[in-house]
């Protein structure tokens, strides 16, 4: 029609909180300056309470990608054997950035919709002198998690550290860094913590520290040592994104208001809904029998290219979801659940769906995908009678 508002609904970049948008306008302090080391312990100081950890935590200015490349260069030597478990496009980047380093990786591979089990990590960890794990919590280039306590729990009886990717993991699914034995958990800005893509984070365990002290591999910028060091002083080692650290910092108290518990809820309730509309629009799910709570990946209706229904949400309706990554471009589109999404949002994106799919000649009943959200909605939100009126 002819008022449209672009409305971004991808696993990352994911919608910005206003009010962390806002306070990036005060980006003109020094990063050598008392304002900033207050800013900074603070910013370190609300990661760990939100990632529920006491570990050291390091920021870094970069995409979540340059903490997965430092996890490899800080903690690990030329030649180690490492089991990585790979179950699509991102799991895949784990491979490739283990044999830059010099790693062997010991590859465990799912197809595409599916994860690896504990059971085959459990087998994996049986061969001589694995010094590491390495995973994604969810793999959202599929729409799958990972079994992250089972996994956690097997790796922490022996010398190997795990290393998750929680960069759509963090505020989507439960991660008990502790609990689990969770050796690097690895988030990023863009996606649960609501602000531009920029900084990522880590935490690290007192075993990875060990790990670190045989490291022979080379590194500069993202010196983790170095960096867990200076921020005891409130100072990052490079110059920092003063913007991206205001804007977190305003994010993380957003999230310590509403509980990262509930963060969490809202994305498994919003990803709950989801599955069940499209079910009920005839549509069938990537990942099926391990969804993720980031995203949903949904199969294109047979005979359709995905892209044409990713066209028609940003042309129709400026509403941005993602086409399949890879081989699963064309087969798949995906909707967010990561961050600031609501069920208002949610409400609109089935809506548009049942739209596209009527215009594309496929039988649509208007309103029952909808309906099924709405459903879930009423049942987490309303009171128990009106549910039932």
Excluded at 83 to 111: H, T
Excluded at 116 to 126: D, F, I, R, T, W
Excluded at 374 to 389: D, F, L, S
């Amino acid at each position: 029609m002819f008022v449209r508002k672009t409305r971004l609904l991808t696993p990352g970049p994911t919608p910005l909180y206003p009010p962390a948008l806002h306070a990036m306008m005060a980006a003109d302090i020094h990063h050598r300056t008392q304002d900033f080391v207050g800013l900074y312990k603070k910013t370190v100081r609300d990661l760990k309470e939100v990632m529920g950890t006491s570990y050291d935590v390091v920021p870094l200015v970069a995409s979540g990608t340059g903490a997965m490349e430092a996890s490899v260069s800080n903690l690990f030597r030329r030649g180690d054997r490492v089991i990585v478990l790979s179950a699509g496009k991102f799991g895949e980047r784990w491979v490739q950035i283990a044999e830059a380093f010099g790693l062997q990786p010991i590859v465990l591979k799912a197809p595409y919709g599916e994860v690896v089990s504990p059971a085959q990590v459990e087998a994996a960890l049986g061969e001589p002198g694995v010094r590491g794990v390495f995973l994604q919590a969810s793999e959202t280039s599929t729409g799958a998690q990972h079994d992250v306590e089972a996994i956690g729990k097997l790796v922490s009886r022996t010398e190997a550290i795990l290393v998750v990717d929680a960069i759509t993991g963090l505020g989507t699914m439960p991660l008990d860094i502790h609990g689990w034995g969770l050796d690097v958990v690895i988030g990023g800005s863009q996606k649960a913590f609501m602000i531009p893509p920029g900084l990522a984070f880590l935490s690290i365990s007192p075993k990875a520290w060990k790990h670190a002290e045989s490291c022979d591999l080379p590194h500069f910028y993202f010196d983790l040592k170095k960096e867990a060091k200076n921020a005891l002083e409130g100072q990052s080692s490079w110059t920092p994104s003063t913007a991206l650290l205001l804007s977190l910092s305003a994010a993380l108290d957003y999230i310590k208001s509403l509980g990262m518990a509930n963060l969490i809820r809202n994305a498994q309730l919003l990803a709950r809904a989801t599955r069940e509309a499209v079910t009920v629009l005839g549509l069938k799910l990537f990942a099926a029998s391990s969804p993720c709570s980031a995203v949903t990946a949904v199969c294109a209706p047979e005979g359709m290219d995905s892209g044409v229904i990713v066209k028609e949400f940003r042309e129709r309706f400026g509403a941005i979801i993602a086409n399949g990554q890879g081989s699963m471009k064309g087969k798949i589109f995906r909707i967010a659940h990561l961050g600031y999404f609501d069920f208002a949002d949610l409400f609109a994106v089935i809506a548009e769906l049942e739209l596209i799919l009527a215009g594309r000649g496929l039988p649509v009943e208007f309103g029952a995908g909808v309906a099924a959200v709405q459903k879930v909605y009423a049942e987490a939100a309303m009171p128990r009678e009106a549910v039932g009126a």
